[in-house]
């Protein structure tokens, strides 16, 4: 099947560093990737939707100048924590969509950040 | 987006069958029916989906209502491992392949 990589699968940073997360489709071309956060206990929040080559779509409350995404192939997205502070501790997944046709999104094991 | 209604939480001993049910009454036609489950501390896994007619793979049935405003993920005989919390979502055919996300249901193994 479709395998989603994440890395790092966690990282411990202090506030005001930047921290970038990297989603990688392993064995087949992802023609749209998608970033969520979920918090303990809660269900995903999609982030935002980015399509190879363009600019990612963000979701409204989503700060796309904090939260910068790049998605420069068909296999790999990176979504980079500028200045992250302590609320921006969170889990973070990323999943892709291939170009079977499926309709099915694929997801990444997930990168665990905690800002100290 | 049309909505999904999952119970919070369910308990199923080992080796059972596990019906999950999910009401979505305001479905259109052109809503495909997915089913994900999340481990815990782990990224969500596809497990089925469907439009209209029952589904069978590897993991899961899913029985969908005739009229499809309702639908059953079946797992046939549960493990310790299919502990996980199990979503059902709608999408359309024609969006942009977003998933939106609900509660889901917390599918707890009684050994």
């Known amino acids: 099947g479709a395998v989603v990589s994440q890395h790092p699968s966690w990282v411990i940073c202090k506030s005001g560093t930047s921290v970038k997360i990297e989603c990688r489709s392993l064995?087949?071309?992802?023609?749209?990737m998608f970033w969520y956060r979920q918090f303990p206990k809660q269900s995903l929040m999609l982030m935002a939707t980015?399509?190879?080559?363009?600019?990612?779509?963000?979701e409204q409350g989503v700060e796309k100048d904090k939260f910068l995404i790049n998605h420069a192939s068909l296999t790999l997205s990176t979504l980079t924590v500028t200045s992250a502070h302590p609320e921006d501790s969170s889990f973070y997944i990323c999943?892709?969509?291939?170009?079977?046709?499926?309709?099915?999104?694929?997801f990444g094991p997930g990168t665990r950040l905690t800002v100290l | 987006d049309a909505k999904t209604t999952q119970p919070n939480s369910m308990e199923s001993n080992e080796e059972e069958p596990v019906h999950l049910p999910c009401n979505h009454s305001?479905?259109?036609?052109?809503?495909?029916i997915h089913w994900y489950r999340q481990l815990p501390s782990q990224g969500p896994e596809y497990v089925i989906h469907?439009?209209?007619?029952?589904v069978n793979n590897r993991m899961a049935s899913l029985a969908i209502a005739e009229d499809r405003k309702s639908s059953t993920l079946i797992l046939h005989r549960a493990t310790l491992r299919d502990a996980a919390v199990y979503y059902c979502?709608?999408?359309?055919?024609?969006?942009?392949?977003?998933?939106?996300w609900g509660a889901g249901t917390k599918l707890i193994i009684k050994p």
């Open positions: 980015s399509n190879e080559g363009s600019k990612a779509t963000y």
């Open positions: 305001t479905i259109s036609g052109t809503d495909y």
């Open positions: 469907g439009l209209t007619s029952n």
């Open positions: 979502i709608l999408k359309h055919m024609d969006s942009n392949y977003q998933l939106i």
């Open positions: 999943s892709a969509t291939s170009r079977d046709g499926t309709d099915t999104q694929y």
């Open positions: 064995d087949f071309q992802a023609t749209t």
